[in-house]
């Protein structure tokens, strides 16, 4: 239980003054999220904040359940990095590029671990965060977790916004409402391919946000 | 006993309008959808309620600090509803930044650059920092809209907080002139409604809002001056007849208030502004008469009562 008290101020103290207060969602849908793991949350990705969005839409008793998978090079690069990444914001880590003899697999091998531990996980299956506001093609790691937890509840959920407040290269925060459309979840991947479903999924999600133009 | 002073009376009186509105909503008969959407709305009423008296009563700097929220919220709201520009990012943090800067002149009571910050510093400010940025393709929309939201959002919603640093001759009374202002010009928007809805015939601005009357219009600007000529002498320094020339001119400024925000979204294409209070829609969709009503009441009461 000691564990997970960092993870729980940093989440009271930063993490969701943020994402409450300054970012501001819109939240529809929220009778949709996973109640409990093994779960996977996945989402279009355009922002540092993205991570903390989605986990502040747990409840501060839950919140120590759910995770985040995120860029080994990049949040696991240092070793004081590291502590906090796996500590304080429960990241899991996953490589972003294979080396040789790797498979896919072997990459994913933190995520699997997260899921047989019963635990909600975070995936951007789009891999990185991309143009801001515009969402980019997602890749075959969904595809390949799904393919081996057939039964695995996929929740998808579609953000705006984010990348108007923090865009990839500007570490300056600036306002806006951000909306949050929670999708209907998926599960029993033997049929189409999830990262087709989703893809179709997060079409139909956008559809209910109000977009004004931003150029 | 201690006698209850003005302010004492009017939270009073608006706590049980609050008690009786939610008693009938509970007793009356509404079909389950209307009942679902009423009772959200009310429970946001009761919010509002305690968020501001919370504000006017606890100490100093706590109403500046409720209004600069408001102001924060508003404009956020306003940032998210228009067309912004990428370049634009840093003008839009100045424009933010402007916010503390403001309720900070108004709370220390320096009149002369509560005045002039906005309209005219963040006049100059904003364009320079957009040439910095040297963005030129629709520089005119982007300041201009810009400077529109500093105006309603965070100018004319700081002149709240103004009223509690003027000083009168011999009324003390802030706090009563502070929620008069707020629960007239709600009363104001409920009046309009109500006689739009009994005798509602003839359109008045169509175009704009297919929903308001002539009849609508008059009978909120005769009730709202019918309640500031008996009213208002006990909540605002000024006399019988000022009070109700003041309320004549809230009743319009109010009704155009509401309109400017109609028109606004109506240009963008939105129903609601937001959706930060349930039942109501977004905060701007609350506030839209408030924004102009504030800087009559004030700039009225600053000329003929100071």
């Known amino acids: ?215 | 006993m201690n006698q209850l002073d003005n302010f004492e009376i009017l939270s009073a009186s608006i706590l049980g309008a609050l008690i009786l509105a939610t008693a009938l909503i509970w007793g009356l008969k509404f079909s389950p959808k209307q009942a679902e959407e009423l009772k959200l709305r009310m429970k946001t009423w009761w919010y509002i309620f305690i968020f501001l008296l919370g504000g006017l009563m606890l100490p100093s700097p706590s109403f500046a600090i409720c209004t600069g929220l408001i102001s924060f919220l508003a404009l956020k709201e306003y940032l998210s509803l228009i067309p912004t520009r990428r370049a634009d990012r840093r003008v839009l943090l100045w424009a933010y930044l402007a916010i503390p800067i403001q309720y900070y002149f108004v709370q220390t009571g320096w009149y002369g650059m509560s005045i002039v910050f906005i309209p005219v510093w963040m006049f100059i400010l904003l364009p320079i920092r957009m040439i910095l940025i040297g963005e030129t393709s629709g520089f005119l929309k982007a300041l201009s809209e810009l400077h529109w939201g500093l105006m309603i959002n965070v100018f004319a919603i700081s002149h709240i907080l103004m009223l509690a640093t003027l000083k009168f001759p011999s009324f003390t009374d802030h706090k009563a002139l502070i929620l008069f202002l707020i629960v007239a010009t709600e009363m104001n928007d409920v009046f309009q409604y109500v006689s739009g809805k009994l005798f509602g015939k003839h359109k008045i601005i169509p175009k704009v809002s297919p929903n308001k009357t002539w009849e609508g219009f008059l009978g909120g600007v005769i009730l709202t001056s019918t309640l500031f000529y008996f009213v208002g002498p006990y909540m605002t320094p000024l006399n019988h007849n000022y009070s109700l020339a003041l309320g004549v001119c809230l009743a319009v400024a109010g009704f155009f208030g509401d309109l400017s925000i109609s028109a606004l979204k109506r240009d963008i294409g939105v129903k609601d502004s937001g959706n930060l209070l349930p039942g109501h829609g977004g905060l701007l969709d609350r506030i839209d008469s408030l924004c102009f009503t504030a800087l009559i009441y004030f700039h009225f009461i600053h000329y003929f009562a100071v």
């Open chain 1, 1 to 215: 239980m000691i564990r997970v008290i960092p993870r729980l101020i940093f989440e009271l103290v930063f993490l969701r003054p943020i994402t409450l207060l300054v970012v501001g969602l819109r939240l529809k849908h929220p009778e949709r999220l996973p109640k409990k793991g093994p779960a996977l949350l996945v989402a279009n990705h355009n922002s540092h904040l993205d991570t903390p969005v989605l986990f502040s839409l747990f409840s501060l008793g839950r919140v120590h359940r759910v995770c985040a998978v995120a860029a080994h090079d990049y949040w696991f690069g240092n070793p004081l990095l590291a502590l906090f990444s796996k500590y304080v914001m429960n990241l899991v880590p996953v490589k972003r590029k294979r080396e040789e003899g790797e498979s896919v697999e072997d990459i994913l091998a933190n995520v699997f671990k997260a899921l047989e531990e019963n635990k909600i996980v975070i995936f951007f299956p789009e891999g990185s965060r991309g143009e801001p506001e515009q969402r980019s093609t997602i890749r075959s790691g969904i595809d390949v977790i799904c393919s081996k937890f057939p039964n695995l509840k996929v929740c998808p959920v579609f953000l705006h916004g984010l990348g108007k407040v923090m865009p990839r290269g500007d570490p300056i925060v600036v306002p806006f409402f951000c909306d949050v459309v929670v999708g209907e979840p998926i599960t029993g991947h033997n049929d189409e391919k999830p990262s087709k479903k989703i893809a179709a999924i997060f079409d139909e999600l956008e559809k209910e946000v109000d977009r004004p133009l931003w150029h």
